[in-house]
Nanobody, 111 residues
Framework: QVQLVESGGGLVQPGGSLRLSCVVSGSIFSPNGMAWYRQAPGKQREWVAVVTPNGQKAYPDSVNGRFTASRDNVTNTAYLQMSSLKPDDASVYYC?????WGQGTQVTVCS
């Protein structure tokens, strides 16, 4: 059984940074692609990052240049480094692999 657990969320000021982690258990981390999504209350789920099985990365324009996704196949952990955070980055952030999802970690951005 595959389980994904996010952590690292918290409260940060605009312009600050946070690093989210997603630990995957119950499966081989590589070569599966890992994706990050976020969803704020009342909003649609939004894709924010992906690390493909071959290590390619992609981001939407809304976070490109500010967010960096990575993965450590030794620890089966995916990361999302978020910098220059804006208030509209505030969301619950989720990692996903295949059809599996974590339960999310909350990121709050406020002055």
């Amino acid at each position: 059984q595959v389980q994904l657990v996010e952590s690292g969320g918290g409260l940060v000021q605009p312009g600050g940074s946070l690093r989210l982690s997603c630990v995957v258990s119950g499966s081989i981390f590589s070569p599966n692609g890992m994706a990050w999504y976020r969803q704020a209350p009342g909003k649609q789920r939004e894709w924010v990052a992906v690390v493909t099985p071959n290590g390619q990365k992609a981001y939407p324009d809304s976070v490109n240049g500010r967010f960096t996704a990575s993965r450590d196949n030794v620890t089966n952990t995916a990361y999302l480094q978020m910098s220059s955070l804006k208030p509209d980055d505030a969301s619950v952030y989720y990692c996903s692999m295949q059809q599996f999802w974590g339960q999310g970690t909350q990121v709050t951005v406020c002055s």
